[in-house]
């Protein structure tokens, strides 16, 4: 566990023309199980296949067809669970949530409204600066995801694509805990990081696999902290819901946009309706979708085609010693293992992928330099080329070798990074390419000292200078470094500058 000590971020202030407001956000984070079949079927859940490819008789709501539900799944939302420090619930059921749309072939979705599989957890959100929230989760519950209805291929019809109808779902709902746009997008993020690390969703919020309806609401300085300890949502002011955002970026925009929207009705002497609304980016604003249903007016019931759903401790016992080391552990370790800081451990852990690289590239070396070499030079230019660590040319071998090479003297740091750039475009042994191309370092204080002697017999009056300001001494170390080609051993060259000039 993390053994730090976090200060609680102050919440996004705004002021209005009469009072300054105080933000307040609840998110339903929607999580598509990684899983090869859907929820209730066996049709396959590859994304990108031929329009309505992937849809067995149980998906189009076929006469006759029952669900069978994917004990693959139960696990995933299972391990999702132990992974946020959530209650399992041993015994859960499944209901119909009735309503109608194209693409909605059944006309119900099957989720789980009075049993979900997974209660109350937590999850700490680190903003920055020391400051961090911790968040609570209220629930977690699967359903099945609904098709898609596609309206920009036909001027005068609209089809329907249900590929997506079944693919099982978890809806990560948290608690009104976070308090600002930032801290909205840090939740989403660390989310992800979560449950990419778990492998029960890879996060892909491009295709969806990862998108959240954020409410928002706005209160008066004080009214919170009177929430938190009554529990009473009579303090807070009424919720509007934004749907189906799949980006952090416009994340925090729509929560800007709606807290002012909701705070010029307020102080215009209006009341805000509880509606879902969604966000236009272009025109930054949000808009009226339809008015917030609450639960009754789905008219759930109990799925009459399946049986409640009912786990052994033992099944959950065992996924639990399974775990994986999980972010907040890693970078925990990273810190006292490596002697990184916050900072550096935070980005090595951000994703999965990463942390496993540098981890392979620190083993018995100086977590410090494999960690600069990491973050700087190989995350720096996958970044300007907009590759990811996966993409790496450069292999954790690769990259452990050139740090053995500058860790025993072999070569300089500027000679490092000239290998490092022919070992990104060019691949090869690191060992080898010193060799073969002559690259490695001057350590020989003789040809060191000759190179010296030249350029000060060349340079009378820099020596005179050098030796009035030591601080000119500096231009003799780079000329030496020159003249070697920066072989030069720079410790080396430094001592013999500092003994030749008597600075």
Known sequence: MLDLTYELPKPKTISGAKHDWELVIGMEVHAQVSSNAKLFSGASTQFGAEPNSNVAFVDAAMPGMLPVINEYCVEQAVRTGLGLKADINLKSAFDRKNYFYPDLPQGYQISQLYQPIVGEGEVLVEVGDGTARMVRIERIHMEQDAGKSIHDMDPNMSFVDLNRTGVCLMEIVSRPDIRGPEEAAAYIAKMRQILRYLGTCDGNMQNGNLRADVNVSICLPGAYEKYQETQDFSHLGTRCEIKNMNSMRF??????????????????????????????????????????????????????????????????????????????????????????????????????????????????????????????ELFGRLKKEDHDITDSPVSPAQLGGIIDLISSDAISGKIAKDLFEIVYTEGGDPTQIVEDRGMKQVTDTGAIETALDEIIAANPAQVEKAKVNPKLAGWFVGQVMKATGGKANPKAVNELVSKKLGS
């Open 251 to 376: 994340i925090q925009q729509a929560i800007e946009v709606e807290a002012r929207r909701q705070i010029a009705i307020v102080e215009g002497g209006g009341t805000v309706d509880q509606e879902t609304r969604l966000y236009d980016p272009d025109k930054g604003e949000t808009r009226s979708m339809r008015s917030k249903e609450e639960a009754h007016d789905y008219r759930y019931f109990p799925d009459p085609d399946l049986l409640p759903l009912e786990i052994e401790q033992a099944w959950v016992d065992d996924i639990a010693a399974k775990l994986p080391e999980l972010p907040d552990d890693k970078k925990a370790r990273f810190i006292t293992e490596f002697n990184l800081t916050d900072y550096d451990a935070s980005v090595l852990t951000a994703e999965v992928e990463s942390a496993g690289y540098f981890e392979e590239v620190a083993r018995g070396r100086n977590g410090k330099l494999a960690a600069n070499w990491v973050i700087n």
